[in-house]
């Protein structure tokens, strides 16, 4: 994998389109390829955090969109810094796999391999069984979030710091 270039945000939807709303970080990286955004880099990604390590190596700014299984109302999206603070736990109760994401950011941050910008939009998902459909509730915050990123990437890295709701 090629590392991207210094003035690049690596867009990462991470997901299993085959599992509800854990589509949701598939359908971003489809909407945002969509778009062809300049100063983007999009790549999909399964979640498996050795592998997501070394998908951001080399990387200066990324926002990561993933599905989350807190306890929020469906299509809440939350804005996370991972570059400021570890990851809340609650938020990431679990992984289908042994690394997932929340695991992935806190051990790059501990080899001091975490990139100097990690902004992680977390989308709490309704249903995550194998063959149901995204639920409208995320695909519509997957669709409004894309929307606000390619309006200015730049200013995702820069915006609020704190979990907000829709």
């Known amino acids: 994998m090629t590392s991207p270039a210094e003035n690049e945000i690596l867009f990462i939807g991470v997901g299993n389109p085959l599992r509800g709303d854990d589509a949701a970080g598939p359908l971003a990286v489809k909407l945002m390829r969509d778009r062809n955004c300049a100063g983007l880099r999009v790549i999909e990604h399964e979640g498996e955090g050795a592998s997501l390590m070394d998908a951001w190596t080399g990387a200066q700014s990324v926002i990561i969109v993933d599905a989350l299984a807190a306890d929020l109302p469906p299509g809440t999206i939350c804005r996370l810094d991972a570059s400021e603070k570890p990851l809340p736990a609650e938020l990431f109760p679990g992984?289908?796999?042994?690394?997932?994401?929340?695991?992935?950011?806190?051990?790059?941050?501990?080899?001091?391999?975490?990139?100097?910008?990690?902004?992680?939009?977390?989308?709490?998902?309704?249903?995550?069984?194998?063959?149901?459909?995204?639920?409208?509730e995320v695909e519509s915050a997957v669709r409004e979030l894309v929307a606000q990123v390619t309006k200015d990437p730049m200013q995702q890295l820069r915006g609020q710091r704190t979990v907000s709701g829709r």
Not at 99 to 128: M, N
């Open 95 to 136: 992984s289908t796999h042994a690394l997932g994401l929340r695991e992935a950011v806190e051990l790059s941050r501990a080899l001091d391999r975490l990139p100097p910008r990690v902004i992680i939009y977390g989308i709490q998902a309704k249903s995550f069984e194998t063959g149901a459909p995204l639920s409208a």
